[in-house]
């Protein structure tokens, strides 16, 4: 009884506010956009001209109706996906994000394995 | 003078490392358990010279000896004394000397400081290590000399960057360091294992010491490390995934996961050989992270000096060091009977190896992964937070749950006696972030779920503290720490206020709760730098409080360099963060205005959580 009431307040805790960033946020784009002209930074922490162009292009392109990936992908066609902090997941980069959760599995599987095997002979 | 002395001293050095070598070897000979009192007095002499090799460029630093390259490059003679002396590191040359007296000093002490294992081990440990200074001194003289002399001499120094003059950072170098560089001599001892046949929980004991040593250090340094980027680099975050920033992180990861690992191996003498990759993998991964910073592969905001001639050499250094680790591993690799228990410690020590090395997979590929595409398809790509953001912090989350229970379970069989508790706890963990939601504001999926698992563990760790005996403090402290770590910086996440708009002089701004207002612009002449110096006053409608903020645009002298240094004002709920920058062809002015909660209990925390190091060390030596 006691474990569903916790289990009732944990879901009701998650629900509050799943749909609440509907709008485009201005800033979360400009964090993800590599200022090309500087030392690793990115647009939202330069005052750069190409920062403050960037940004009046981000502006610009929101104003008109764009989507965030929208945006990237304009942005990364016209510059190269050098300029996104947050790879596309597409063929070149499918390695970069599988092998992180890869490892994570067969760390899992090697550990269950390494107790079954303990179990067996004990 | 000073330049013939640095150069003098350098050669006595590697003439000792090599007559170390060879009388070890000698005295390996000799069948008993006993070891020549010159190898003592030789190790003593090497670590004494190679301070004073240390101390001759600091002179030379102190007088302004511009003979030396070194010292024109990266100093002037109006300088202020204390980054004078820091200077001294403050470069590549200088700071491979630093790594040298590490490597010297480290290896010297593991000699004296455990008489009471095999003379065997203690030796080729002894061997290995002064192979790897002889590695270093060579490259030193080779490649990066900083007694190299320069004719004509320069009347006056270039200068040091001026974001480098600055206290953290003049003491943020020598403690990486430390940490870097002194996983070397478990490099070196697991090597030695191998090779000695000298294996299992005494193994461990003798290198215990040394692996929370450096983790402590480690820990410390990136904390100076992301406190200096913090306040310096102007932009208010205080981790950038920047590749720099992950360099000194992989080996946290490998150390972090080595210290629980010799737990296991001390208590139950299994995960031997696990054990000893962990030792090889850290010190390999610290000298993966130099070749990676000083060869300027990677573009980096931290990037101050690079040269690819070096990388080059330490690219083959690297090369031969993994490869004598990978040939003993396999020829000295025997299955061993690791029984391991589902419900046990050990499988909680398993578990937090597994977490590690997901971290660590993850950061070494974000590291790398761009290098490899440029190679191969020429595409260049970036990887920032928002990938480590979005990869790791759900597997942070699982981990913090592992990390609140796996305490609590006993060696080799455990009981399950405390789930109530532990659902119990979970309850009010859930229970408190309700009342944080509630309260404050509503934030994403993730960020409930990050909070209630790090308050679980907090609560966990506390509940632990009245439950235990006083013997696994260290523990509990540094567990709680790491809890309350990550509970700080998603608070802080949450809950950041950050505002970003232009001014000019007298005028006001109102967004949202706060009202702005550019007060005064004033100029002011430093010792070696001029500034524009803003008086900015900040007011919040909602909490009725006045704040005053001093921003400032620097142009230092020698070398001129334009920097942005942010007025920072802390308190216990949180700081207030703002930079003016200029913008050109108009009289307004940038500012970025930050309100960051709870910013010191992040620091507070990363300093309790090697405090915890600390007091793990302070047992360790009571005990043995």
Known sequence: MRFKILLIIFFLNLNINLHANELVE?????????????????????????????????????????????????????????????????????????????????????IVFLIRKSSKKA | MLSNTGNFLLFINIFLSSLTIYSSLKCLKIKNNYIFKNIYQISLLQSTLVLICFFTLTAAFIVSDFSLITVYQNSHSLKPLFYKISGTWGNHEGSLLLWVIILTIFSFLFLILNKNHPKNYRLYTLIIQNLLIL????????????????????????????????????????????????????????????????SGSLFAQSIKSWVLISWIFQTLGILVGSIWAYYELGWGGFWFWDPVENASLLPWF?????????????????????????????????????????????????????DPSRGIYILIFLSLMIFASIYFLFSKYKPTNDLINSNSKETFVLINNWFMMFYLITVLLGTLYPIFTDAISNNK?????????SVIIPVVIVFLIFMAIGPQAKWIKNKFSNL??????????????????????????????????????????????????????????????????????????????????????????????????????????ENNYKAVVGKLEVNNS??????????????????????????????????????????????????KFQHKPLMIWIWISVLLLSFGGFLSLFKNAKNN
């Open chain 2, 420 to 525: 109530r508790s532990t659902l119990l706890i979970l309850g009010g963990a859930i229970i408190i972030n309700f009342a944080i939601v509630y309260f404050l504001k509503s934030y994403s999926l993730i960020s409930n779920l990050i909070l209630i698992s790090s308050l679980f563990l907090i609560m966990s760790s506390i509940f632990d503290f009245f439950k235990k005996s006083r013997l696994s403090f260290p523990r509990i402290i540094s567990h709680l720490s790491f809890g309350f770590l990550i509970l700080f910086i998603g608070l802080n996440h949450n809950f950041s206020v950050e505002k970003d708009f232009n001014l000019k002089l007298g005028e006001a701004k109102k967004i949202d709760d706060y009202e702005f207002a550019l007060l005064d612009l004033k100029l002011s002449q």
């Open chain 2, 135 to 198: 590695g270093f001194l060579l490259f030193i003289i080779f490649n990066s000399n900083p007694f190299s002399s320069i004719i004509p001499i320069p009347k006056e120094g270039l200068g040091l960057n001026p974001i480098l003059q600055d206290p953290a950072l003049a003491i943020h170098p020598p403690l990486l360091y430390i940490g870097f560089v002194g996983s070397s001599i478990y490099f070196s001892a697991a090597m030695a294992s191998m090779i000695s046949n000298y």
């Open chain 1, 26 to 110: 201005e800033s979360k784009i400009h964090k993800n956009l590599r200022c090309l002209v500087c030392q690793g930074q990115s647009i939202a922490d330069s005052n750069s001209d190409f920062a403050l162009t960037l940004k009046m292009v981000v502006k610009d392109l929101i104003d008109q109706g764009k989507a965030e990936e929208e945006i990237y992908s304009f942005l990364s066609d016209k510059y190269g996906d050098w300029i996104l902090y947050k790879p596309k997941i597409n063929q070149g980069n499918f390695l970069l994000w599988g092998l992180p959760y890869l490892a994570l599995i067969i760390g899992g599987v090697i």
């Open chain 2, 254 to 306: 490998a150390m972090t996961a080595l210290l629980h690992s010799l737990l296991v191996l001390e208590k139950r003498n299994t995960l031997y050989f696990w054990t000893i990759i962990l030792c090889l993998m850290t010190f390999t991964l610290s000298v993966t992270g130099t070749f990676l910073v000083r060869s300027g592969i990677l573009n980096s905001v931290h990037t101050f000096a690079n």
């Open chain 2, 542 to 591: 909602n909490t009725m409080k006045r704040k005053i903020l001093y921003p400032e645009i620097r142009i230092y002298d020698n070398p001129q360099t334009l920097t942005y240094e942010a007025s920072i004002q802390t308190s216990f709920l949180g700081d207030h963060y703002l930079t003016m920058s200029n913008i050109d062809r108009s009289e307004y002015y940038n500012i």
């Open chain 2, 381 to 389: 790509i970036s990887v920032g937070p928002p990938f480590y953001n």
